[in-house]
């Protein structure tokens, strides 16, 4: 359990994180821990915030969920041990998510996660002081989808996704919208979610006449698929990829023909927005780390680090917890990028969307509506 | 050949043997006996470097201390071990070729031929798996094993052991016979007549001291001997 | 259709000859010498690593996995002396300290390599057609790797007179130390052995699919289902097992569900341990464990 | 007929046969109610394979085994403890890590509170003389004393017929006269005694009876003189050297 | 029976110097009783102290310790080495959570349910297991029912909620007054399942039967020739221990409101195992002290979680390595010495 003390303050605010630090999701939980951090650690920096006149800063009370669904509620019992924490960070995968969420839903905490099925407890009882700072996919896919078919042009596609907490959910929410669009669905696949190996599977949408593939939920899921599809031969070569990076297009973009990839942020690696290529640096700085395709998930919590300071200081208070919220749902916060939360704290930012075609690069910004 | 003095075992916190001076003569057969547990096969285990003892031992005029048994295969130093310790899952014509492991292929067959006489019963049963062998059978694999080798020096722990009477004169016979084609013998045995008829000289162990030796016209003369281990 | 059974059978065996590399090097420490090393599957996830830095630092491929099996062959060496050479005989003893291995070699790992997935250029890319039939080039180039290293393995302890020490002393140590065999040595020499083997089914591993820190427990435990499934100690049975499992898993994924993928080889395990107790070839755990 | 009401163990036309090797012969043996008989044979003429069929550690090719009356080929062994047929093994096993007591107490696990299974002999512990013993783990006891514990955990469990193979192999002369005064005392308190044994020392002095294996087959079964002095036992077994058993 | 020979009384002299006296048994007792003391105040302390927190670790490790308890009657007593313990645990929270959440079955219900369906689950897998295996093939084939069950209740999605899981927002029934629905109520539970199976152990290892699955351990061909049923006593293990896990399990899923299928995952039973020998296998503290260190010391150990980890991969190392009986099984060995006159400590090593 990691702690950060900037002890020049009237008073000291401790905030609990929870993340995957160890174990496979890590990946998804590390940078956006390191997000989290950094945050808090500008706002010390900087003196901290005024609440009421008084100087606050911020402590962090970090443990690790490990990437398992009981670890991860152990870690949030220790985090609840400590009477004088109101505000909890973290996780962004859905097993270990959904295990913690569960406890804070009885808790009289703000928590503040980024994992999918969040989305099905804000709104409901024990959901009222839960924020998910990513748009739900019902938004993301609103823009994305038709955005999509249009680039890529596609008629006819396959679904591939693993057996695991998000699939399904994510198939009830593209699947209408894609036929929408006047693409026809024939086939959808689900595979164990611990498989290397896609060949099997991928056989099965072998000379199906489909001209396009949708794949999830991670980087190294969906860069196997791609790289088995050019291996095998007989498949499609453009692709949708709900959730990452256009890592996996990229690395294959000699052979496939269109990627196209949702920045659930912003595009930190092809994008020229000034604020991005600032908030880049300071990354690198405070972890001395090269940004990677995962570095964008440290911006999913960043901004919401600030509104969340930004809404004390109008409440004017550090532990009134639904006060908060409230304020952070209502206002609208120009940070790195504009961030919004609806009424039951769902992220209504926008996002980009990053295109692969014959070679070329872009990514274009759409609507968070 | 073969000597040693003062050599100690111990297990934790049990003395196996202690203080044991032993002398094997170039070509002679040497007796050592005892009753149960007094120290016999550990005494072998010792010599051939299975356990630690604190003694140095001389083997063919080079001091052997310390070597591992693998080394003093190789010097000739060879146990026909208590339990036989075969390969059981292996055949009885590999577990002979294990035997010749550090010889080459050649020698090595000319040799397991050579077993073949000494013990018909092991070529009618070279296919089977040491492992399903009838005691005696196994006991005769495994000083056909030992021979393999081509000991200068062999020390053998009770063969006597399951074996039939009549493959008890047999075993006698033969350890005469690999006696006379040079190759000196350690002989411990539970079975003192046997011992008496084959050795010159023998050692008797008592928890794990030596307390008596000499030849064996001398040792039957002693009334301990009689009846603690003659049963006469 | 005929195409897609016959596609989906090579499928099925050069992934199955991936799981047999894996699995003859656990034969050769576990079902021949008796040691049961866990920290096996962190070994195959080591050399993994090992071919990545060789290949990005642009050695090539063959390189890493030259340099993937002295590597581990290295860390085999350092493992048995240091620790498995003080637990030969007591199965439990080892398989706790290999616990103990894996909780330091994985968290090391996550913490130095990073816990991101990483990929490195194989040799061949892209797909073949043969006969009408379409392949991946570097699975084929895998399967064929696998063939030569495992019967080369195997001829090695057939014919050699070390491989037959080995076989030896996994029946009885003191019987082979008692012919001649350095048994100290020789377990030293199966350790780092069965670790290159460990290693060199890493850089294939590496060559195909992604690596991470945490990748080790499905080649470990699929490596020690071949190992029983073969007959404990035969490297033909767990290579035939091997390809077996491969041919279930990808007739199951391909015609029947994805999802349940790793569920036919546990089900092929089953039915095989009840109808032949003693494994494809060899003896049963229950006699000789 | 007659004969057979009275015998506790009889085996009919027992055979065994490994691949094309035939271990056991066609061998028909009734043991006595209260008889201490010998049972001797070269080496590998298949003793240890019948007192493997007989206890039920293997199943015979051809033939079957009755035990009072019974037939019990297809029994497993523990059923055939139960019914009072108990073996001891070549080699003195024992339960190494566990304390004579322990050991004790485990074997008499089917006779406890069972008034039809009691022991011959009440109290093992003080019969043997293991007090001293009895809180050592049993592999650490002189062999002498280990064989002695399997015979006294087969006696606990209410045996009423015991296979001892091979009891004072590895026995010093002393070990052997005391072993023999335990199975006399075990014989003499009602319990039926087979034993396999090569020492002849110690195997004549005790039996009442002896059968001898050849190849698989019996070849003589009679009073131990006779028996020592059939030629073909002779040529079989014992050799013709005469100091064999001085 | 009262002559020995003469060798075989001096090496048995040589064994225990002097007779046992009755200081060192007074003094041996003391350190037992200490020890269950210490065990007793190690309980309370989570009620006593009233901190969330300690609550929480108590409730992980009292479940713990009871799994590792329960599982150690089969590993440690019986010598069979099956790793389906995590999939009966698994089973139990999921077969009691659908009892409750769906079939509206009160808890102290669904729970001896949950137990009968794990029982007899555990009679249909483990009777072709125990009678045609042993060894390694009997883990082996374990340890594929396992991860079977986890992978069907992974694709089981109209039961089990697939690899979603289960929310679980249901209390046990309060009990002569007693709520279960605060920390300290689940932490008594858990408490409750440690003691419960420790005593189904502690009379298990008393009875015949008990010392008849010692005899299966010890020399499973020699017990069965001195008249045990070996296949049926197994097997009794077997169904007792599973069942017990599934009992474990049911209160597993309020304590921790969310069930999955990774709760079945192998690598439960796996770390169990290390527990029990690290603790030392087959002894009746040993489980609690396996528990204690592998669950516990990584809570106190309040530095960055990787090298936490790694620091307690060195220390079991270390501990299979220095006492490889475990450490409840060197303490018993070193006070049996000691009641029969060695000295309490010394540096000779032990075997
Ligand atoms: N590995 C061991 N650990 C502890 N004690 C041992 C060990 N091996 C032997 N001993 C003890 O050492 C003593 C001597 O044993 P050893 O085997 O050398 O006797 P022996 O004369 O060969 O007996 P036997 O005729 O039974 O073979 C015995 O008291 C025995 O219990
Ligand atoms: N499983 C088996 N496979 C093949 N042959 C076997 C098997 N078991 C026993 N035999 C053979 O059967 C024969 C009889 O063996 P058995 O063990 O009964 O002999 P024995 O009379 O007890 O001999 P000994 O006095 O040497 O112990 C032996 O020749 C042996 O090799
Ligand atoms: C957006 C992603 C980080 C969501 C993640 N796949 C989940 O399990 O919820
Ligand atoms: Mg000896
Ligand atoms: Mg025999």
Redesign the pocket.
Known sequence: AATTTMAIADQTVRIGMVNSLTGPHSGFDLPASEGTLMAFHEINKKGGITVNGEKVTFEIVSEDAQSKPDVAVNAAQKILQNDDIRIVYGIMTSGPGMAAATLFSRSEVLYIGGFTLLDTLLGKPGGELMIRTLNSDAAVAQSFVPQSVKVLGVKKIGIILPNEDVSRSIVETYKPLLEKAGVEVPIVEYFQPSTTDFAPVLRKFQNQGLDGLFVGTNDAVVEAIVRQTTELGGLPKKFMYRGGSGAPGLKYKDQIEGFVWQILTRDLEFGDDPKVQEWKKAYTAFTGKEISPNTYWGLVYYDTVFMMAKAMEQVGSTDDVEAIAKAMKSMTYEGVRTMRFSEEGRARSDIDIGTLLNGKISSVRASAE | MLSVENLSVSYGNVRAVSDLSLRVAPGSVVGLVGANGAGKTSTLNALTGFVGHGATVIFEGQNVSGRSTADLVRLGLVQVAQGRQLFPEMTVLENLEMGGFLWRAAEMRQQVERMYEKFPVLQE?RN?AAG??????QQMLAVARGLMARPKLLLIDEPCL?L?PKMVDRLGELIRQINEDGISILLVEQNTAFVFRLASHAYVLENGQCVLEGTPDELRSNDRVRSAYLGI | MFIDVIQTMTDGLMIGGLYATVAVGITLVFGIMGILNFAHGQMVMLGAYVAFFFVTAGYGFWLGLAFAMLAMALLGLVMERAVFRFILTDHMGGLTVSLGIILIIENLAAAYFTPDHRNFDPPLKGGVELLGMQFSAQRLLVLALVLVLVTAFYLFLQKTRLGKAIRAMGQNRTGAALVGVQVGQVTAIVFALGSAMAGAAGALYGSLFAITPYMASGPLMKGFILTVLGGLGSVPGAVIAGFLLGIAESFGSRYLSASFRDGYGFILLIAALLLFPRGLFGFSGKEKV | MEEAVMSLLRIEDVSMR??G?T?VRDVSVAIPKGGLCGLI??????????FNIVSGFQRPSGGRILFEDRDITALEPHRRAELGLVRTFQGARVFPRLTIREGLQIARHLSDGNATRRPVIDDVMAEFGFAKYADEPAGSLPSGVMRELGIAMAISTGARMLLLD?PAAGLSAEEVTNLQRVIRHVHAAGVTVWV?E?NLNFLMGLVERCIV?DA?AVIADGEPRAITGDPRVIEAYLGDDAHAFG | MSVKSETAVMINEAASETAPGENRNRIVQLVFALGWLAFAVLLATPILADSRYLLHVGTMIALHGALAVSLNLLLGYAGQFAISHGAFYGLGAYASALLVTSAGLPFWLAMPLAMLIAAIVAAIIGYPALRYTGGVHLALLTFAFGELARLIAANWDGLTGGPMGLRVLYFPEPVLGFAFSKASGLYALAAAMLLVTMAIVLLVKRSRFGRGLVAIREDEVLASFLGINVLRYKLAAYVLSSAMAAMIGTVYAPIMTFISPELLNVHETISLIGVLILGGIGTFSGPLIGTLIFYGLPEFLRIASFYRLVILGVLIILVVLLVPKGIAGVIRQRLEMYRRGYPLFSWRKLS
């Open positions: 049963r089977q399903t062998l009838s005691g005696g059978e399951g039939a | 490994f691949g090797l271990a044979g070269p080496n590998g003429a298949g003793k240890t394979t019948l091979e396999i090569h294996l698989g």
